[in-house]
């Protein structure tokens, strides 16, 4: 087994002004693991999300990818270094990101919004990006919508293309950020059902989400995250039905 965990978060602060986001969170999640991350609004879990995949930067603490520093402080200067630009664009192609909002673009047909990063952010051939475009919609299940725009698609189904767009840049690592929460309800179980299919092939995944049946029955692991600590951590089952935090409790009430 490998040891090095797929993702180390050692004790990252993030402050916003004088407002402390994120207040000493550490966390590992290791190959194929699913890992959601919950909380109430506020708490974090985006800040967090975005300095994983250094869109955001941060105060203080580390965080490895594959052993590799992502960026690190000089406490001396107080400074956040990045690692070089070279390591930075690696990591991004390495790195799938779903957000609430699918942000695909209206112009291009579907097959064109999946193989846009391929061309311009891979350098991949045309021909060479269709087929691995057609190959992420299949995994999708929306090959047949491949000529379409995303206007004339449901919410769920436009997700999806955002999912295959993440998926065929090929990373080892995916991140999704309320994924559903901008659907309509009967739209929810047909992205979650792809996500299940990805956590079965063995996808590395942290999921921020508020789909509790999701985080019961798909994530390895539930980190719950209150005020930009993580005050719970560990096997589903147990955080979302034996914690002994009071606010873990109280939070999951209104979900039941
Ligand atoms: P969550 O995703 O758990 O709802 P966020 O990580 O989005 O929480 O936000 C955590 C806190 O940080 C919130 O109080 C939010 O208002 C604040 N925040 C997030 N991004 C910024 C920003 N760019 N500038 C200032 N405050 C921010
Ligand atoms: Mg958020």
Redesign the pocket.
């Known amino acids: 087994m490998n040891k090095v965990p797929k993702i180390a978060i050692r004790d990252v602060c993030k402050r916003?002004?004088t407002?402390t986001?994120l207040d000493g969170v550490s966390l590992d999640v290791h190959q194929s693991e699913v890992v959601c991350l919950i909380?109430a609004?506020?708490?974090?879990?985006?800040?967090?999300l975005r300095c994983i995949n250094f869109l955001e930067a941060y105060d203080a603490g580390e965080i490895r990818i594959d052993g590799h520093l992502m960026g690190y402080v000089d406490a001396a200067q107080k400074q956040r270094r990045p690692m070089s630009d070279r390591m930075l664009r690696q990591a991004r192609r390495d790195i799938g990101f779903v957000f609430q909002q699918f942000n695909l673009w209206p112009h291009m047909s579907v097959i064109q919004n999946v193989m846009e990063p391929l061309l311009r952010v891979r350098g991949l051939s045309a021909e060479v990006a269709v087929k691995r475009g057609e190959v992420a919609l299949d995994r999708v299940g929306l090959t047949d919508k491949r000529n379409s725009y995303p206007l004339r698609l449901s919410g769920g189904q436009q997700q999806r293309v955002a999912i295959a767009r993440a998926l065929a840049m090929e990373p080892s690592l995916m991140l999704f950020d309320e994924p559903t929460s901008s659907l309509d309800p009967e739209l929810v179980g047909e992205v979650l059902q792809v996500m299940k299919g990805l956590a079965a092939e063995g996808m590395t995944m942290v999921v921020?989400t508020h789909e509790m049946g999701f985080a019961a029955h798909v994530a390895d692991r539930v980190a719950f995250?209150d005020r930009g600590r993580i005050i719970d951590v560990g096997p589903s089952q147990q955080v979302l039905h034996e914690s002994k935090e009071a606010r873990v409790q109280q939070f999951l009430q209104t979900y039941h």
Do not use: M, P, R
Request: charged letters at 5%.
């Open positions: 916003f002004g407002l986001v909380g609004s506020g708490s974090g879990k985006s800040t967090l921020v995250l």
